[in-house]
Every structure is written in C-alpha cells, then in structure tokens.
C-alpha cells in the first residue's frame, strides 16, 4: 500500500506541474502571437502606404492601424483605406 500511495503522489503532482505549466504558457503565447501579427500588421500598414501615394494619400501608423492590420490582415488594410477615403 505504500508505493501504491507514492505512485498516486507523483502522479498527482506531475498533473499539477502540467496544469502550472499550461497557465504559465497560455499568456506568453498570446503575447508572442500579437507581437507577430502586430509586426505583419505594420509590413502590410507600410506595404499600402507605399501603393496609396500614389493616389495622394496615406494611411496613419499608429497602435490602433497596427492592431487592425495584424488581426484582419489583407480586409484590416482595406477597412482603414474605406475609413481613411470616407474621413477626406
């Protein structure tokens, strides 16, 4: 009987490590996930900056844009040129 409860110990306790282990992780790799997606965001922000002076204007940099570019891609970039169109 007392391996039995040293085998269900340890059991118990790797369970416990592996469930801190998945709460430490969650946030750090959301955290990564936005800084990528922020850093496409803002290739795809300069990318349409690029074609949009050709028509006279350009699209703001600034957190918010980023955010949008990165999260909605290729559809973010064209809802800030509608916004950016209807603003003028």
């Known amino acids: 009987m007392g391996t039995t409860n040293i085998i269900i110990a340890g059991l118990f306790l790797l369970v416990i490590i592996f469930i801190m282990a998945q709460l ?20 795809l922000l300069l990318m349409a900056n690029y074609g949009a002076a050709y028509f006279g204007f350009a699209l703001p940099i600034n957190i918010i844009t980023v955010l949008v570019a990165g999260f909605l ?16």
């Open 73 to 88: 891609g290729i559809p973010g970039i064209l809802l800030l040129v509608c916004f950016q169109l209807l603003l003028k």
């Open 24 to 43: 430490i992780m969650k946030p750090v790799k959301l955290l990564w996930k936005l800084i990528i997606n922020s850093a496409i965001g803002l290739i």
